[in-house]
């Protein structure tokens, strides 16, 4: 019996070895065919690229959407509240105040324009278009990022198809593994034309409203109102570089 065990052990050790080591053939490439898949094709190296491109796109976006909120910000409502004084930059109730002045409150208007026009108009014209700077020059960061990284992406989106549709061609990459990645690649282009367009409109959005604070007396707008268009432009610019599949 011992004899018997001290043979059979290493018989099993063996035949369980072997199977360990029977290649698993992949996209019905295999051994068989005489060829296996590039291996370099089965990681897609620019996912990675593709994510970080996406989240950048999208932070544009927010940018762009925090501009849109800072061009509608109270200090660009200076028209009937200005008569409110104060509560038009503070937490005061400037609704309330409005309606007052708009429907007859004299007193309440005339002691706001005597006692904090002059303050008020000194802190709208300070606070919110520096505010909108900030923002300007935000977007303007985060759409250099997109559009440094752009071009050098879509190059290498290009040649990766073109290297899987060379080895579809030799037998080393199956047409599943071809469409597969052309999808990814369709999907991640049209999301980025989405979201870039989304903000072309945020910031058509907020070259109207500055343009409308401007028409309510709101001055010194003309540098804000030039740089938001031309951070629409650019967007559009980059938007229009990307070619759908």
């Not at 490439?29 to 999208?58: C, H, K, T, W």
């Not at 802190?123 to 977007?139: A, C, W």
Request: proline residues 3%.
């Amino acid at each position: 019996m011992i004899s018997r065990s001290i043979l059979i052990l290493p018989l099993l050790a063996l035949a369980l070895s072997s199977c360990a080591r029977t290649p698993v053939p992949t996209d019905g490439i295999g051994p068989e065919n005489g060829r296996a898949e590039v291996s370099m094709m089965r990681f897609d190296p620019l996912a990675p690229q593709e994510r970080a491109l996406e989240e950048q796109a999208q932070a544009v976006e927010q940018a762009a959407r925090a501009l849109v909120w800072r061009s509608t910000g109270k200090g660009m409502a200076i028209g009937a509240t200005l008569g409110c004084g104060a509560a038009l930059v503070g937490a005061g109730d400037t609704a309330s105040c409005a309606t007052g002045a708009l429907g007859g409150g004299a007193i309440g208007a005339v002691a706001g324009n005597i006692a904090g026009r002059a303050e008020v108009a000194r802190r709208v014209e300070k606070l919110n278009p520096s505010g909108v700077v900030k923002d300007i020059r935000q977007t303007r960061a985060r759409l250099d990022t997109v559009t440094r990284g752009l071009p050098q992406l879509l190059a290498d989106q290009e040649a990766e198809l073109n290297a899987l549709s060379m080895g579809m061609a030799e037998g080393t990459v199956s047409r599943a593994r071809y469409d597969s990645r052309r999808a990814e690649i369709a999907a991640n282009r049209a999301a980025l034309v989405d979201t870039l367009t989304a903000s072309a409109g945020a910031l058509s959005d907020a070259v109207s409203r500055l343009q409308t604070a401007e028409t309510e007396g709101h001055t010194g707008l003309d540098w804000h109102i030039g740089a938001t268009r031309g951070l629409e432009r650019d967007l559009l610019s980059a938007r229009s570089s990307i070619s759908l599949l």
